[in-house]
């Protein structure tokens, strides 16, 4: 199984500053790469497909990078609405898996 | 209005079976591949198990295998996730999900329902 390790697991930022969040794959995966964010107490929202492709209705503060077994999610200015742990997942292979999560804090 | 809506959900004794439904509405169900996701009490997203189009082809997390299926039935817009011999550590709220058309990530989740397997 692809294991994926995500980096910091918990983060505090003020809002207006740059966030970055590292997804590593324990073998290559292509783009085949997903990053989601999920409030607290509310599913999940898809925020990146395919590495780097933003969803639609995602704000452009976020966007995606990498290939091959290392990934990022930038948030170019972060806001208080961003709050929340952040899941990268990867659809290379079956059995598909999540990273371990990534918490949010606004300072 | 697009969603997805699970239901079927309860709380059981260990080795029990329970089946847990997704009513689909507002698009084109049988278009689409889905997903089953589990979350543990205050814990990740695990994904457990994914069907396409017309049910021919599915996928399971190695725990659950042998033990859970899932099926759809594009007539009804429903999936399912049928459980059996339930471990405690199978609780969590179950999302169904649904794949992009033209990828397997999710671009729609459900809200959930919980199982809880517990003597």
């Known amino acids: 199984d692809i294991q994926l390790t995500q980096s910091p697991p918990f ?11 590292t997804c590593r794959a324990s073998q290559g995966i292509h783009i085949f790469l997903a990053w989601y964010q999920q409030r607290p107490g509310k599913a999940p ?16 503060r976020f966007s995606g990078s990498g290939s091959g077994t290392e990934f990022t999610l930038t948030i170019s ?5 961003d709050l929340g742990t952040y899941y990268c997942q990867q659809l290379s292979n079956y059995p598909l898996t999540f990273g371990g999560g990534t918490k949010v804090e606004i300072k | 209005q697009v ?3 699970e239901s079927g959900g309860g709380v059981v004794q260990p080795g029990a079976s329970l089946r847990v439904s997704c009513a689909a509405s507002g698009f084109g169900f049988s278009s689409h591949g889905m997903h089953w996701v589990r979350q543990a009490p205050g814990k990740g997203l695990e994904w457990v198990a994914y069907i396409g189009l017309d049910g021919s082809d599915d ?7 042998g033990r859970f299926t ?3 039935d594009n007539s009804k817009n429903t999936l399912f996730l049928q459980t059996s011999s339930l471990r405690p550590e199978d609780t969590g709220v179950y999302l169904c999900a649904r794949a992009r058309l033209d990828g397997h990530d999710v671009d729609l989740w459900g809200q959930g329902t919980l199982v809880s397997v517990s003597s």
């Not at chain 1, 983060?11 to 969040?21: E, F, H, Q």
């Open chain 1, 77 to 81: 200015s972060l806001q208080p609405e």
């Open chain 2, 59 to 65: 996928h399971y997390v190695n725990s659950v295998k």
């Open chain 2, 70 to 72: 899932i099926s759809r």
């Open chain 1, 45 to 60: 929202n898809v925020l990146i497909y395919e590495a780097s492709n933003l969803y639609s209705g995602v704000p452009s």
């Open chain 2, 3 to 5: 969603q997805l809506v």
């Open chain 1, 11 to 21: 983060l505090s930022a003020s809002v207006g500053d740059r966030v970055t969040i």
